[in-house]
């Protein structure tokens, strides 16, 4: 009897269709899978630090990773801030230059910077490793208008801010803010504190503008001297009692008015001086020297 060898079946071993897409399928999906993972831990890491970097229960595990990972705040960046200076935000944050950027909670931080004066709303965002981001967004309050004996805050455009009276933000507000007396003030204020902006020593010396005929001017000084200002030539006339004030510093003398109304000339009208007794007449005549003086 003689045997025959059985040829293999090689279609036998073939896979099927179906198997054959599973294994495509397979080869495809994987890197978009390892790509879900590596994201996935991405996510989770941020979103981990984010937590236990932010919220004040974790100040503890803030603390130890801070130590571990002693990554410095190197630039704060901070926007949003007119009315605010900056030195009285980096004071409300409670972080400086070269402190653990981890070791630092960013709810405490917003709560003083929502306490301050001027600000509605503050956003701090930390991009590691050592930046501290911080957004401030502002009340509308830009000047305090007295008219008619009624004083309000009122925003750059001059329209009435609603307030809650001397209360709370409102009373430091009325205290911080320039005051503007007058009927039409609230609309001419916004031009003229811009131009006393580049004035601090004008500015800082006023206690309030007085609007005169709704046309011009008048600025009234905490030592009681009032400077009258020309009508719609504010910056000129500024400019020129600066000039006068480097040659003869005249907002530290006893005067009445400092008149610069006039282009061409400076009106000044002194206080006048007490007169000394006079032992030989208890009434004597009064001084006729002429008060209007130019230095």
């Not at 990773?65 to 944050?93: F, N, R, S, W």
């Amino acid at each position: 009897m003689s045997y025959l060898k059985r040829r293999p079946n090689h279609q036998d071993d073939r896979p099927s269709k179906q198997k054959i897409a599973y294994r495509r399928l397979k080869r495809m999906l994987r890197p978009f899978f390892f790509l879900l993972i590596i994201l996935g831990l991405f996510i989770g890491g941020g979103w981990a630090i984010y937590k236990f970097a932010s919220e004040q229960e974790f100040s503890l595990f803030r603390t130890k990773t801070a130590k571990l990972v002693p990554m410095k705040l190197a630039h704060i960046i901070i926007d949003g801030c007119k009315l605010t200076t900056e030195y009285e935000i980096k004071q409300a944050l409670g972080i400086n230059i070269g402190d653990p950027i981890l070791n630092f909670s960013i709810k405490d931080a917003q709560k003083r910077l929502n306490g301050l004066t001027f600000v509605n709303y503050a956003v701090i965002k930390r991009q590691l490793p050592d930046t501290l981001i911080v957004h401030i967004i502002e009340r509308s309050p830009f000047a305090v208008w007295q008219n008619q004996g009624k004083f309000k805050l009122i925003d750059k455009k001059g329209n009435i801010v609603n307030d809650q009276g001397m209360n709370g933000k409102d009373g430091q507000a009325f205290l911080k803010l320039p005051l503007v007396v007058g009927i039409g003030a609230n609309t001419a204020a916004s031009d003229l504190i811009d131009i006393l902006s580049v004035y601090p020593d004008i500015k800082n010396r006023m206690v309030a503008a007085v609007r005169i005929g709704n046309r011009r001017w008048n600025l009234n000084l905490k030592n009681g001297t009032i400077i009258l200002l020309p009508e719609n030539q504010e910056i000129a006339a500024i400019q020129r009692l600066i000039q006068y004030e480097k040659q003869f510093q005249l907002l530290d003398r006893p005067l009445k008015h400092i008149d610069l109304r006039l282009p061409d000339r400076l009106i000044i009208l002194k206080d006048k001086e007490p007169t000394p007794p006079n032992p030989e007449n208890d009434n004597p005549e009064p001084s006729n020297d002429n008060d209007e003086k130019t230095p």
